[in-house]
């Protein structure tokens, strides 16, 4: 692969200089062009020590207006980072619609080394690859540009660039005895890289390698790369995310890990058993007596699971979804009159603000994601994508249709990393709802929680509904399934919400 791509071309300097004249005016006017469009850039160099990554970085924070450039560098993760999942810390760095990022030692660094010094089987390397895969699949179906530089050097150039940084008393700091030591390891790289770069080269983020043995071609190449990719993008591009994102996702929405030996999918099991939400009895209720019973019995015991816990590194995520008025903070309170408040964490999600709508609907949630051992509680969340924002159409059907495979990846990766989703639905009749309402309406101190909006929201009921049936059956999963909370009684509901999150630590910490 590398050398068939590595041609030794060289370019005179008379001939770099025209170049680069023009270059440099046309990257800045597709850099300007760019801060108006509804899509990011990121741009990832990877590549052997001494290819040129940084150089060719700080050369394009020449050529173009450095305000207007994120420059991201990955070193080991810290302690906070380690205590979170892996993309966590990249999620955070992804730039907003209209800006450029600029990535070294990104995501494919550490997956690289573990298999390079045998500490991932192929198999944990496979995986690895997919997620990342996955993870640049869903910001481009989400319109973002994505480009991979690989810097190449043969075994017998790169020992000449290092010799060279060592001679240099301005560059010898950046030759060390590791830079040596992969050197002599340099078969085993290569191995290694040409499988990362065929597993992840896809027609969304496609790797470009580039001779990194003269400066001044491989400059030109990066530049030129990166010119005509945006140009063309910015051209054509209406914001629109491609119809076949949409399909390609729909297919996907239920991991083929979910079927069994009979060939059925938990999505079957679901529009039998969950899917109906009127199918549910919601004549359950539960007297004040045995409710105080109860909660104090169900209280402490997540108090002590919830410690425990703690001590294990073990997260809680709680996901309260369900219809206007139907108990979700008193549900929530009742949760977190059992917790420490040093530990818990309530994050009521509303419309996304500016910074939020200029980037991935879940860069919002991926950022909240809270330390190891502690207790996070969505009082809505990123299911707002397929609920609100598809029924009042905020979101394209392309983009809700995606939602759901993207969602169920988004929770894998929690759920991998250790950390414990329980998903709720808390259900109430429209009858119920309606009682609910005009109650709020004529008592003084519960008149704020009702505003137009939950009037307007009641009269798309049936769409609503048809919503909720369609997330239940898309998005629950073996490791993050959804609980259907009968809710028209609050004491019995609040109970079941506790047993629940009970069971689900229980569980977790066998």
Known sequence: MFEAATLGRTVARHEYDAEVSRLRWQLLDAQRSLREARFPALILFGGVDGAGKSETVHLLNEWMDPRWLINRAFDDPSQ??????????????????????????????????????????????????????????????DGAVILKFWMYLDKKAQRQRLRALERNPLTRWRVSAVQWEHWRMYDRFVSVTERLIQRTSTRDAPWIIVDGSDERYRSLVVGTRIREVLTARLETSTAAVPAQAARRRVRRSVPARQRGASGRTLVDRVDREQSLLDSLDMSRALSKAAYRIALERQQGRLNMLQRQAEVDGRSLVLVFEGWDAAGKGGAIRRVTAALDPRVYRVIPVAAPNDEERSRHYLWRFWRR????????????????RVLVERVEQFATEAEWSRAYAEINEFEEQLTDHGIVIVKYWLHITSEEQERRFKERASTPVKSWKLSDEDWRNRAKWGQYELAVNDMVARTSTRNAPWHLVEANDKNYARIKVLRIANAALKKALA
């Open 80 to 141: 906070d980072e380690l205590e979170r999942p892996r993309f966590w810390r990249y999620w955070l760095t992804v730039p907003p619609r209209g800006s450029m990022g600029l990535f070294l030692s990104a995501w494919y660094s550490a997956p690289l080394m573990d298999r390079v010094m045998r500490r991932t089987s192929r198999a944990e390397f496979d995986e690895a690859l997919d997620q990342i895969v996955s993870f640049e699949r869903t910001l481009a179906d």
């Open 369 to 384: 994601l809270s330390r190891a051992g502690r207790v996070m509680i969505f009082d809505r969340s990123w299911y707002g």
